[in-house]
Structure formats: C-alpha cells, structure tokens
C-alpha cells in the first residue's frame, strides 16, 4: 500500500497551515488538518464551469474570470467549453498555490495554466472585480470554501453585498455569476434575491462522480433570467426588487 506524503506547505493569510499531500495518482489540500479540496473529489469543480458557461457555448469571444484555481479542474472545464478566440482570467490569491498547479498538479488537467488563452493573476480577486466593469461573461466563483470561509477571514467580503454587487457590475450584458460552495445557505440565497437584485438557480451537485451521498451546491445568478442554466432550484423570498433601486444606484456612484 502505498503511503500519503506532504510534498509542500504554506501559511494562509490568517495563519493558518495549507499543506499538499500525494497518495499514488490522487493529491489533496488541507487546511489545519481539515481537506479543502482533493483530485478524487472535483465533479463539482466540473459542474461549477459548465454551469456558470453554458450561456457561452457556441460564442465566437467570451471573457470569464475563475476565481481559485485550486486543482485545476474548474479552468481545465471551462478551456473545453470555449473556443480558441476566448480569454480566460484566473485569480488565486496564494502564489503557493500557483507554484504546486504548475510544479505538481499540472499533470491532473494537461498543464492548463500552459494554455495561450489564460490570464492567470495573483493577489486579491475583489480588488480585480472592482476595476473591471462590464468586462466578463462570466464569473465562477470558488474562493475559500464558498460563503463560509476556511483559508481567509477576508475572502467572507466577497460574498457580502459589497462582492456581489462588484460581480453584477463586472458582468457584461447576459452575463452570469457562478458560485461554488461546501454547504448550503439560505443566507447567502437571500443576498443574492433579495439583496442584490437577481435571478437565481441554485444546484445540488455531486462531490464526485456517481456519488449520491456527497453533495456540494452551485449557484449561477443573472440580471437576464433567460440566460440561466435550465433544472435546480429556484429561491422564492418574499423581498421586493423594488426597494432596492436607490442601494443599487448608490452602489454605482461610489464605485
């Protein structure tokens, strides 16, 4: 039997250890001894691309952003889903994490950060959303491990109404927001309906494929409701759209 080794490790921004181990072909990222992310675990890396792009297959140019590029599977997705004249900007805020895509974990996905059509950028993705109006298609959101964070205390303001409302404006026309996440929230749902002022799937996924005991959830959200992937859920919250033109426009002037 072959033994698990750690092969590299970092401190997140709050401290915490993040470290890579290997067992014989599968590799997994923990946090403080907890498992973030494993290559034996990403059909819902998988899913979040092709949710967040199915608007986008068939389209002679398109713009996505990937935020955490974690083992690679949700850029290798969506580079197989759109073609050669696409740009794909991938934001992964630790540079450790780069290192081992392209030192170890490369072999998972055919090098992806190799592809001609990647912009890969380190450091703070809000930062980059907030200087990027009406720039994306879309944008796949797998930071941390969703709305409740794990690696950085920081990352909790991208799922706050400040984050959404810098993704909305970042968005292009018919654009849409795709959100990864370990667990479900009704918090987070009622954010993005009643809060942010848009049209919501929300996916149960699996964790791998064929499981069905081992679920993770994804939502893809949209001013267009049309451009929405068909099947989830739909949340209906009693909050009314139109209280919130003023914090929409406000948002708008100050940023």
Same mark, same amino acid.
């Given at each position: ?13 709050? &401290?915490?250890?993040?470290? /890579? ?6 590799f997994?990222?923990?946090?403080n001894d907890?498992d973030?992310?494993s ?11 092709? %949710?967040?792009?199915?608007?986008l297959? &068939?389209?002679?140019?398109s ?8 083992? &690679?599977?949700? +850029?290798?997705q969506?580079?197989?889903m /759109? ?8 934001? *992964? ?10 030192e170890? /974990? ?10 001609? =059509?990647?912009d +890969?950028?380190?450091?703070?993705? /809000?930062?980059l ?5 009406? =720039?994306?298609?879309a944008? %796949? ?12 205390s920081?990352?909790?303001? %991208? ?13 292009r026309? #018919?654009?849409?927001?795709?959100? @990864? ?7 987070? !749902? ?6 942010c002022?848009? #049209?919501?799937? =929300? ?12 679920? =993770?959830?994804? @939502?893809?959200?949209? *001013? ?14 009693s #909050? ?11 948002f708008? !002037?100050?940023?």
């Amino acid at each position: 039997m072959k033994p698990t080794v750690k092969i590299a490790s970092t401190r997140t921004p709050d &401290g915490g250890e993040m470290e /890579l181990y290997k067992h014989d072909r599968d590799f997994t990222i923990k946090i403080n001894d907890q498992d973030l992310m494993s290559s034996r675990q990403h059909e819902s890396e998988l899913e979040l691309a092709r %949710l967040g792009c199915a608007h986008l297959v &068939g389209s002679k140019t398109s713009s996505v952003l990937i935020g955490g590029l974690g083992l &690679g599977y949700t +850029l290798r997705q969506v580079l197989d889903m /759109l073609n050669t004249h696409a740009k794909v900007v991938v934001s *992964e805020l630790l540079s450790a994490v780069v290192e081992w895509n392209r030192e170890f /974990l490369g072999e998972l996905n055919g090098q992806p950060l190799e592809d001609k =059509r990647v912009d +890969l950028k380190t450091g703070d993705i /809000l930062s980059l959303i907030l200087r990027s109006k009406n =720039r994306f298609d879309a944008i %796949l959101l797998d930071v941390d491990n969703g709305p409740t964070a794990m690696t950085s205390s920081e990352n909790s303001r %991208l799922y706050c109404y400040e984050g959404i409302m810098a993704c909305r404006y970042a968005l292009r026309k #018919h654009g849409c927001l795709a959100v @990864w996440s370990a667990e479900p929230s009704k918090k987070f !749902e009622r954010l993005l309906v009643g809060g942010c002022g848009l #049209h919501v799937r =929300r996916f149960r996924v699996p964790a791998y494929k064929g499981s069905k005991s081992q679920s =993770r959830f994804v @939502w893809v959200a949209s *001013e267009e409701k049309s451009v929405l992937p068909p099947g989830g859920g739909e949340p209906r919250l009693s #909050h009314k759209r139109d209280g919130l033109k003023h914090s929409h426009r406000q948002f708008r !002037e100050e940023h």
